[in-house]
């Protein structure tokens, strides 16, 4: 029995006829989800053609963990962040005082060489309810949008049920050169608002979803040079292996399903994933 087959875990897709980037994901938390470690993740993406990767954190901890992993890893770069959702519990668990002493601690991660955004930060308005929780988002939103200005990192952001918010908050605070709209999950119009924006999207496992037809007519509004690809693993696993554990090994289903929606042929539109990461936060490693 083959490891994966060990842990469950769905087997290699056909590789990509050329290398891409998943330019979200999280190697820690798929090795606390699944099983499978760090290296092996590595390994394995890099097997089918997902030669690079942006590992993104959520808090201090996860956050360090990427700048460590980075740091090892030539064909890894980090996001750092705290998550809007952790950004409320931290409030309601410790007060206003708590919350500034956690931002306190993370942006001097910014800085560091292998940090290549700030995120994910934004805004949830699914899982966070309470009021004195989305101000606490808010707040932390409005801050790491500074720190991205301040040392000119992209700024990589989550947004669930929040579009009117998202926006509003960043044009009340003036958008950094580079956003990424990680996980796009919006509608042509949507998309189109964001686009007016300079925003790259980020599309994940849900454009295969059969239920995801709204996505999907976004990702056909948006054009070629603005997409990106991710995995958001260990979640948002594509089909036809949706219903399992994601990993970074996985997102060729996803590239392959968005080339045949938009009409373009594999390779090219690998080529163009690439340039697009490059474009969104700079280069880095090997494409070997």
């Not at 030539?74 to 996001?79: D, L, M």
């Not at 998550?83 to 409320?88: F, G, L, Q, S, V």
């Not at 956003?179 to 608002?193: K, N």
């Amino acid at each position: 029995m083959s490891p994966l087959e060990t842990l469950g875990l769905p087997p290699l897709p056909e590789a990509l006829p050329r290398p891409v980037v998943d330019n979200h994901t999280h190697l820690w938390s798929t090795l606390e989800y699944s099983g499978l470690p760090v290296a092996d993740s590595l390994r394995l993406a890099a097997q089918v053609g997902v030669s690079r990767l942006i590992e993104v954190g959520c808090d201090v901890e996860s956050s360090r963990a990427a700048i460590e992993l980075a740091e090892r890893e030539p064909t890894v770069r980090a996001a750092v962040a705290l998550h809007p959702n952790d950004a409320a519990r931290v409030l309601l668990r410790d007060g206003a005082a708590g919350l500034v002493a956690v931002l306190a601690d993370l942006e001097p991660l910014v800085a560091a060489p292998e940090v290549v955004a700030v995120g994910e930060t934004g805004l949830d308005h699914y899982r966070t309810r309470e009021a004195e929780g989305r101000e606490a988002q808010e707040v932390s939103f409005r801050a790491h949008i500074g720190w991205a200005k301040t040392y000119g990192r992209t700024l990589m952001i989550h947004d669930r049920d929040a579009h009117d918010d998202i926006l509003r908050v960043l044009d009340d605070e003036g958008l950094p050169e580079r956003v990424v709209m990680h996980c796009f999950s919006g509608d042509a119009g949507s998309a189109g608002r964001c686009l007016e924006r300079g925003a790259f999207l980020s599309f994940p496992g849900v454009v295969t979803f059969g239920s995801a037809g709204a996505l999907r007519e976004a990702a056909l509004a948006t054009p070629l040079d603005r997409i990106l690809v991710e995995t958001d693993a260990p979640y948002l696993t594509p089909a036809p292996q949706r219903g399992k554990a994601n990993a970074p090994y996985l997102l060729p289903h996803t590239v392959r399903f968005l080339a045949e929606l938009l009409g373009v042929e594999l390779g090219a539109f690998c080529d163009q994933i690439v340039a697009n990461t490059a474009a969104a936060y700079g280069q880095w490693g090997t494409h070997a």
